[in-house]
């Protein structure tokens, strides 16, 4: 299980030391959620800020594009440190193209899904991609309640890439929370963008709430399965 802490979330005022606080609280990686005010309604970072946190630390950078045609600024995500570049398939005219270009840059590549976006918008470029996001909200603004009908969603593509003999990991970001995220990773999630569901919850530490996100996913589930 990954857990991908969305920078969004920190404290804005003190992103640097949020990186530093998040590294000693166990997370994985590191989630930028960059957005356009075209894409989605919100604006958020640019590569400039990618670049000035990336002598900080290790942890890989998650570079998660909710911009149009993001292609276009690829390289320049890359340049600034991003390890993955995740592209939202609704946002390319061209998606194969554009997977292929950021797999050149050197990075790993993602493709993400709105909740709306069918499956079967996957089914020529799974050779083309590193990770899978399924959005489990519709992107652009932390803190909304989880769209019910993607949890079913995240099974069924465990089983399409099942079927196909394919162990592409499935990431899901939006509403995360320590009630929903086992429920996640039974579907078959393995990365976990955590935002303000979780690891930023007001009520707890960093290192308390990935501490106990950790608990939960690892926790075994009920087995309601009849006995004969
Ligand atoms: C939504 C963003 C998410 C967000 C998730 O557009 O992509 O990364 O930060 O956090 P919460 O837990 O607030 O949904
Ligand atoms: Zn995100």
Redesign the pocket.
Known sequence: MIISA?L??ADLTRLGEAVAELEAAGVDWL?F?I?DGQF?P?LTFGPDLVAALRPLTKLPFDV?L?IHEPARYAKRFREAGADFLVLSAEACSHLQRSLAQVRDLGARCGVALNPATPLSALEYVLDDVDLILL??????????KLVPATLGKIARLRQMLAAEGRDIPIQV?????FESAPQMAEAGATIF????????VPTMSRAEATARLRTVLAAPRPDYSRES
């Open positions: 969305s969004m979330c989630h959620d957005m989605v919100n998660h909710m959005m489990t909200v519709n992107p652009g603004h932390a803190g909304q970001d939006g509403n995360v929370s963008v955590a935002g303000s569901s979780s690891v930023f």
